[in-house]
């Protein structure tokens, strides 16, 4: 069965609307990039989010730009990759300003023809879209409905003799015009260059289920839903934590990490990735948001009545 049997324009599984009998040529895509503080979704936090959005026929439509404070120290090896510096994001805004902002518009197609949804792009697209998901989780933000195209997957069906499938390495192959990497707007650019040349082996009518059918499908996964651990859905942590998060009531935790400590905490989401729960709450004692696993709380205490 092809992704046009599995799928058509009204369709929708789990929630996600899928345009893949789209034309590529009628379709505006949304090529994005992240730099961050690590590689761990989860202990790390984004410093910067950009995107170009743009057409099959390479007119730009729009782009979005932005620094973002990560709250905390950025490490240097993260600093040495991406070159960005704590005093370049100590007064920029937090990613509870950026995020919602950028989705807001990489789901817009502007007035643009007449689909309703943008198709995102992204170079190992899980990467950004994890960050982006736990920013949204911890937002208690709905996860966008549109689909993820990746240009790793597309680039290694389509480009023969690169010598890897680095996004850096796939536009010095491919000879196209690059000055800067490892900066969120450049690389978004690199990656609606890259996404252009491999449309090149498509015909002109191709569909989004052309490209599926090459590259495969990927969309965000609400990694706070209930269910989405249903070992820990019913856990007495996990039950006393949303209770607190719809109380509105802070928490006192005995945790276990590097060493056991109380910490006062106000909860601000429950979320899963990697098969473990973890609480967002913003941690009174280090004055900062935190991330907790919920495996290493030891005990749980509503402070009900302490918002």
């Not at 005093?87 to 805004?93: I, L």
């Not at 839903?225 to 019913?234: F, H, I, K, L």
Request: with cysteine; proline share 5%; glycine share 6%.
């Amino acid at each position: 069965m092809s992704v046009q049997e599995i799928y058509s324009d009204a369709s929708t599984t789990d929630g996600l609307a899928v345009p893949v009998s789209s034309r590529v040529a009628e379709t505006v895509f949304v090529a994005f990039d992240t730099e961050t503080t690590g590689l761990s979704p989860v202990a790390g936090r984004l410093v910067e989010l950009s995107g170009v959005k743009f057409t099959a026929d390479g007119t730009e439509i729009s782009r979005f730009q932005a620094l973002i404070n990560p709250e905390m120290e950025i490490p240097a090896a993260a600093a040495a990759v991406h070159g960005i510096t704590d005093e370049q994001v100590w007064d920029q805004p937090t990613f509870g300003e950026v995020v919602p902002q950028f989705i807001n518009w990489a789901t817009d197609r502007e007035g643009y023809g007449i689909n309703e949804e943008t198709v995102l792009l992204a170079h190992n697209a899980p990467f950004d879209i994890a960050f982006l998901e736990i920013a949204l989780s911890k937002l208690n933000m709905d996860m966008p409905r549109n689909l993820v195209l990746d240009t790793l997957p597309l680039a290694r069906a389509t480009i023969a003799d690169s010598a890897n499938y680095k996004l850096r390495t796939l536009i010095e192959h491919l000879g196209l015009d690059a000055e800067t990497y490892h900066r969120a707007l450049a690389d978004s650019y690199h990656v609606q260059n890259l996404f252009l040349k491999i449309l090149d082996c498509f015909a002109e009518d191709a569909t989004i289920a052309d490209i599926i059918d090459v590259g495969g499908i990927l969309h965000f996964i609400d990694r706070s839903s209930p269910d989405a651990e249903s070992e820990w859905t019913q856990s007495p942590e996990i039950i006393r934590i949303r209770e607190a998060i719809e109380g509105g009531w802070d928490l006192k935790i005995r945790y276990s990490g590097m060493k056991k400590s109380n910490r006062v905490v106000t909860p601000r989401s429950v979320l899963f990735t990697q098969g473990k729960p973890y609480l967002t709450a913003f941690c009174h004692d280090a004055a900062a948001e935190r991330t907790f696993r919920v495996d290493k709380i030891v005990s749980v205490e509503a402070l009900v009545g302490r918002p």
